[in-house]
């Protein structure tokens, strides 16, 4: 068994990996890179496997560098099944032809550059009608119900507290009699943010595929953040600007309007006159679905709705649905707030918002999500003090603060947190979906507070998927009695056993897998003796 990595490896975007078993290729995630020119090419270069022999795609959730080349995979051949949640799917079903949407106009617009240039004109990487068409490959599951996917492998989905839908997933192999069990984490949810429930906790991993976007970061406190956005929005408005906040469509902006909703309720609240515009149509049509999945929600956001506060719908809030009414945002007199997609400002209305705003001393824009390299956002978030916007330069003269509390994403203690609740440890660790010091420093975290090392795989990589590590040896029962020092002789003695097998799967000069076996061995004749130095160590 195999597992190749071709996308969030040291990086954050484009997740992508390939399992594949002696009868079948699983690939999880098919995420889109976001970023520099690089992730354009990136994207648009053929896959390193064939789209047609995929089987199953299981998807851990719907954010576009997750699931934003789910369109051109089907194009090149793919015909598989693509597990997800039911949320995920829906919200699938309109991001995924977005995106399809945005590539034809950004194509549009190439080509027009192109054209009057004299040079050869380019595709979009896929239409929104090739987004439609990978629809059907979709099938729902629900949450914590394990499915035999086929006679050799087993699945289960756990809510990751990410984004409405998203999953952690558990997938169980067997091979040549053993059964292995892989854990992708997906993307991990910040605990006790609006909406979501927490991230569900798992028990035992052999192999573990974990995310560590924010694994050398802490966040703030949420409810300190809202108090911190709310004196921002007021602090704006009394200066007469507007306060331009760019939101992932999905989750971000629904966490946002739950946000306002309390803060304009307030019985002082200073900013109930203000308008608050939702400038989406993919984020007008997001918060349906989540409002179709419910079910999905935390126990505070139920009860709120059951007392029939609607959280995403208060006085003075406007969702706008055409390009017109976009533009007219920014001849509104008067301060606004403006909530407006994509986050990571590369795409989207809210460029010509920033186009309009930056400049403006009384203004302030604020991030409430990672921002990648390369992108607009990332650039105006690390101090750039010119940016170009549709070929134009703009200054940066407003305000900009950066709410990391806010954020979707665990941060390191959250991750600490998560990866504690293992009772059994898993035998590997692979780290993805990070930038480099994220991923060294979460790294020696796990080494120096668990004790386990984890490894930083890279682009193209591809690492062998062997029997779980309790089974490599014979180890009999009796010896996991519950005599301490014999525990911790037995704990010494699998250490130097996972040593030894690196060391043999690592020898580049082996044809075979001899020196394992050898090795391997001598651990069983250790063990075989263990009898004797149990009776001496208990007298």
């Not at 409810?223 to 956005?229: D, E, G, T, Y």
């Not at 406007?318 to 509104?332: D, G, M, P």
């Not at 001393?361 to 978030?381: D, E, H, M, P, W």
Request: charged letters at 25%.
């Amino acid at each position: 068994m195999k597992l190749s990595f071709y996308g969030a490896a040291e990086m954050v975007t484009g997740s992508c990996y390939l399992l594949e078993t002696d009868k079948h290729k699983i690939l999880i995630d098919c995420g889109m890179f976001q970023g520099d020119a690089d992730s354009e090419d990136l994207n648009r270069n053929m896959f390193d496997f064939e789209p047609a022999k995929i089987d199953f795609l299981l998807l851990t959730h719907a954010h576009i560098d997750h699931s934003g080349r789910i369109p051109l995979l089907a194009k090149r051949g793919f015909s598989g099944e693509i597990l997800a949640t039911k949320a995920t799917r829906e919200l699938c079903a309109i991001m995924l032809p977005d995106s399809g949407y945005i590539q034809e106009m950004e194509t549009e617009w190439t080509n027009r550059k192109r054209l009057r240039a004299g040079r050869p004109l380019v595709e979009p990487l896929y239409t929104a009608a090739d987004a439609e068409d990978s629809l059907k490959y979709f099938r729902a599951i629900n949450y914590d119900e394990t499915i035999e996917i086929t006679e050799e492998i087993k699945i289960r989905y756990k809510d990751a507290g990410h984004i409405l839908g998203s999953a952690i997933i558990e997938l169980w192999v067997k091979e040549k009699g053993e059964t292995v069990k892989l854990v992708f984490s997906g993307d991990l949810g910040n605990k006790d943010m609006p909406i979501m429930k927490n991230p569900s906790l798992i028990d035992e991993a052999d192999y573990l595929i974990m995310e560590t976007t924010y694994g050398n970061k802490t966040h703030d406190n949420a409810k300190n953040n809202i108090l911190f956005l709310l004196d921002i929005i007021i602090n704006t408005i009394e200066n007469g600007g507007n306060i331009v906040i760019p939101s992932f469509a999905v989750g971000r902006t629904q966490e946002i309007l739950y946000m306002l909703n309390m803060m304009k309720e307030s019985e002082f609240s200073k900013i109930k006159s203000i308008p608050v515009y939702v400038d989406s149509p993919l984020a007008i049509n997001a918060t349906n679905v989540f409002l179709n999945n419910q079910d999905l929600f935390d126990d505070e956001t139920k009860s709120l709705i059951k007392m029939g506060d609607n959280p995403f719908e208060f006085p003075n809030l406007v969702f706008t649905k055409t390009a017109e009414e976009s533009k007219a945002i920014n001849f509104h007199e008067g301060s606004s707030i403006i909530v407006s997609a994509s986050g990571m400002c590369d795409a989207g209305r809210i460029k010509h918002h920033l186009k309009h705003n930056l400049w403006r001393g009384n203004s302030s824009v604020v991030f409430v999500g990672y921002q990648a390299k390369g992108t607009l956002g990332r650039k105006i978030l690390e101090g750039q003090k010119k940016v170009k916007i549709f070929g134009e330069d703009i200054y940066v003269n407003c305000k900009i603060y950066n709410l990391n509390g806010l954020s979707g994403h665990a941060d390191k203690n959250g991750l600490i947190d998560w990866f504690s609740s293992f009772t059994k440890k898993p035998a590997k660790i692979f780290l993805t979906h990070g930038e480099e010091d994220s991923l060294k420093e979460f790294s020696q975290i796990l080494q120096d507070k668990f004790d386990s090392k984890a490894e930083i795989v890279h682009m193209g990589e591809t690492i062998e998927i062997e029997s779980s590590i309790d089974s490599i040896v014979n180890i009999p029962e009796k010896y996991y009695a519950k005599d301490n020092r014999s525990e911790m002789l037995l704990d010494d003695i699998k250490t130097m056993m996972y040593a030894l097998k690196e060391a043999a799967i690592g020898d580049e000069k082996l044809a075979d897998r001899s020196k394992t076996i050898i090795l391997t061995k001598k651990i069983e004749n250790i063990l075989s003796g263990l009898e004797d130095i149990d009776k001496v160590m208990k007298s």
